[in-house]
């Protein structure tokens, strides 16, 4: 979704990419800020000066630089520029978290509450009265008064009246982390605790400040092109519908902005099916009772690892199709790079696990083909040897590893019956709903998890 | 009397940047404009370039008139503008 947020990150990109292509980004740099905020324009926040602060963070982000690592405030961006090291697909430059938040962009937003408004009429029937579990609510000189210290948060009363008179205020960010991983630290700035942190990425797409940012590595691949090295675009299947025009003519788009070679993930997708029926047949087998879940969304398996560890035996051992992707390009090619693109934030942190050299969202590339003069519609269709299988191309659509797996396997066994249930979408609820199928409760032998509402075409990078 | 002519820039810029939301601008025309509007999907129009990057997306009426900032509900108005004025 656009908004004022996605606007100017997506801005900066394309800024980042036309400086780098013209040779004066170390130059241009440190003047981006006060061009987008002259003195006298109208600001975002409380003044220009504050809005060019959080301008320059925004800009070290899309450097890969971790704002929280921040030590020399004086430091300009292109000394952050000149000194980082190009190192091409190092561990070193790969960001250890993909997610920082910039403490001067957050608001420090009030801590959540119920509250009455003027709207409410001190009417008769005070359904607000009757229906609060907790008597915490009174009418004062006329007017509804929620009593915080009694306060569950429960929300009877803001569906039980009828003026719409009671409100519950918000934290965006906690209210969309689903592992309770980002809070207001002791400056009242929210942070980030990493031990907790699943990298799904909500807190990031969920925050109307946009202070939660992503550590890019678009300076390192566009460095790592000029370099001259291979890079090998692999597109995943949320790319449909995300820019205009079909998946060849994007395929095609990459390669004219500079890779070396292009492919659809799906085609590891399809590695991944064929592999995951295997897997789960042979584990029904050894165990009729059992269940195996899904392993292909990294939120999700960050999630067991660090919050349902009596999970982890049920993960299916398959690769993903991004760590099938990365071996068909390195059995063509074994020096080639890799790039993942796709809407997802915790690819990073399994691209630094597998091997996969860069990652980039949707908006990171666009704002390639941006600063390129690239459009998607414009571009023949690439050559591909062939056109990966639909149902592969289906992985990033809720039910879609279903339906893949169950088609593999009904077409190779006849009679396969299969107990499928979908988490479509991570959070607290759906979280319940996890432990409910494990603990049997809820029986199901095929459990699809994706943290994306809708699957991965939903991603927090996605652009549609 | 000729169509008013509305170029939409599709260029990767101005989509990333909000002309995605202006794909579906003919179907939501007014009743009493309907068939006096061309609206074309264009390449780049080569109007963001430097310091005019932020004025994206852009529209083009009528070959000369250009648009910043187009949102849907600005280009809608100024399609019935146009539309009045020759009438």
């Known amino acids: ?35 987008l905020r002259p003195k006298n324009s109208a600001a975002s926040r ?38 980082k090291a190009w190192g091409g697909g190092t561990n070193e430059t790969k960001p250890k978290t993909p997610l920082s938040v910039c403490g001067p962009a957050c608001s420090g937003c009030p801590d959540a509450k119920v509250v009455s408004t003027p709207n409410c009429r001190g009417c008769f029937a005070r359904p607000c009265v009757y229906n609060c579990p907790k008597k915490a609510i009174s009418i004062v000189g006329g007017q509804s008064v929620v009593d915080q210290s009694l306060c569950i948060k429960c929300g009877k009363c803001i569906t039980a009246c009828p003026y719409h008179a009671i409100v519950k205020t918000s934290v965006p960010c906690e209210e969309a982390c689903p592992v309770g991983a980002i809070r207001k630290n002791e400056h009242g700035v929210a942070e980030i605790d990493f031990a907790r942190c699943i990298f799904c990425g909500k807190c990031f797409a969920a925050c109307p400040f946009a202070a939660v940012m992503e550590r890019s590595q678009l300076v390192d691949v566009l460095a790592a092109m000029k370099r001259g090295e291979k890079l090998v675009a692999m597109i995943a299947p949320a790319a449909e519908k995300q820019f205009p025009g079909k998946i060849e003519q994007l395929l095609a788009a990459c390669a004219k902005a500079g890779f070396g070679d292009v492919m659809e993930v799906a085609l590891g997708a399809e590695k991944t099916t064929e592999h995951e029926t295997a897997e789960f047949v042979e584990r029904m087998e050894k165990d009729p009772k059992t269940f195996m879940t899904t392993s292909c969304c990294p939120a999700w398996v960050n999630l067991v690892g660090k919050h349902m560890p009596d999970l982890i035996d049920h993960v299916s051992l398959t690769p993903s199709p991004m760590v099938y992707a990365r071996e068909l390009v390195k059995a063509k090619d074994p020096d080639a790079k890799t790039v993942f693109i796709g809407p997802c934030v915790a690819k990073r942190s399994e691209a630094r696990r597998k091997d996969v050299d860069y990652v980039l969202s949707f908006e990171e590339l666009g704002a390639i083909l941006a600063g390129r003069k690239i459009d998607v519609i414009a571009c023949e ?14 992985y990033a659509r809720s039910c879609g590893v279903t339906d893949a797996v169950l088609a593999e396997a009904t077409a190779k066994i006849p009679g396969f019956k299969l107990n499928a249930k979908q988490i479509n979408g991570i959070d607290r609820k759906t979280c319940t709903m996890v432990t409910l199928h494990a603990s049997g409760k809820i029986p199901v032998n095929f459990l699809e998890v994706m943290a994306c509402p809708g699957g991965c075409q939903n991603g927090p990078c996605s652009l549609a | 009397m000729d169509k008013i002519k509305v170029e939409i820039c599709c260029g990767t810029a101005c989509y990333l940047l909000g002309a995605a939301s202006l794909m579906s601008i003919e179907d939501e025309l007014p009743a009493e404009v309907r ?20 004025g994206a997306p852009y529209v083009r009426f009528n070959d000369t008139e250009i648009m910043a900032q187009a949102t849907p509900e600005k280009v809608l108005e100024r399609i019935v503008e146009l539309a009045g004025g020759d009438a």
């Open chain 1, 46 to 83: 409380c003044c220009v000066y504050h809005d060019r602060a959080i301008l320059k963070y925004r800009l070290m982000a899309m450097l890969g630089v971790s704002v929280e690592d921040e030590t020399d405030e004086s430091k300009s961006l292109a000394a952050y520029y000149a000194e």
């Open chain 1, 1 to 35: 979704m656009l908004n004022g947020a996605t606007f100017i990150r997506r801005e900066l990109m394309i800024r980042i990419v036309r400086a780098f292509d013209d040779g004066t980004l170390e130059a241009e740099l440190d003047q981006i800020p006060i061009k």
């Open chain 2, 35 to 54: 068939g006096k509007v061309e609206v074309e999907a264009r390449t780049c129009l080569e109007l963001c370039e430097k310091e005019n990057l932020g």
């Open chain 1, 381 to 394: 269709p690439w050559p591909v040897e062939r056109p990966a299988n639909p149902t592969a191309r289906n």
